[in-house]
């Protein structure tokens, strides 16, 4: 059974760092491409962060988050620096395998003052 288990998310202030994780079970996660997406409360989902033959990232992060794995934990990790207000956001953890969409149950930053 696949399953994405995220965490790491909590209060920072505006500056700050926090590194999220993304457990992943049930397949190989270094087989597939991982993706970090982000909601922020009214607003649509979107694209953070994705590592697969090669990383890409969303314009607002770029040169401040940073998308990695570590295969033997079967974990990706999302390593957010110079966090702004407007990074605040559920972050989810996404997946295609074998043509279904799985999500994490996400995890909640805040950066806030």
């Known amino acids: 059974q696949v399953q994405l288990v995220e965490s790491g998310g909590g209060l920072v202030q505006p500056g700050g760092s926090l590194r999220l994780s993304c457990a992943a079970s049930?397949?190989?996660?270094?087989?597939?491409?991982m993706t970090w997406y982000r909601q922020a409360p009214g607003k649509e989902r979107e694209l953070v962060a994705t590592i697969g033959g090669s990383t890409k990232y969303a314009d607002s992060v770029k040169g401040r988050f940073t998308i990695s794995r570590d295969n033997g934990k079967n974990t990706v990790y999302l390593q957010m620096n110079s966090l702004k207000p407007e990074d605040t956001a559920v972050y989810y953890c996404?997946?295609?395998?074998?043509?279904?969409?799985?999500w994490g149950k996400g995890t909640l930053v805040t950066v806030s003052s």
């Open positions: 996404y997946v295609r395998y074998v043509l279904v969409e799985y």
């Open positions: 049930g397949f190989t996660a270094s087989g597939y491409a």
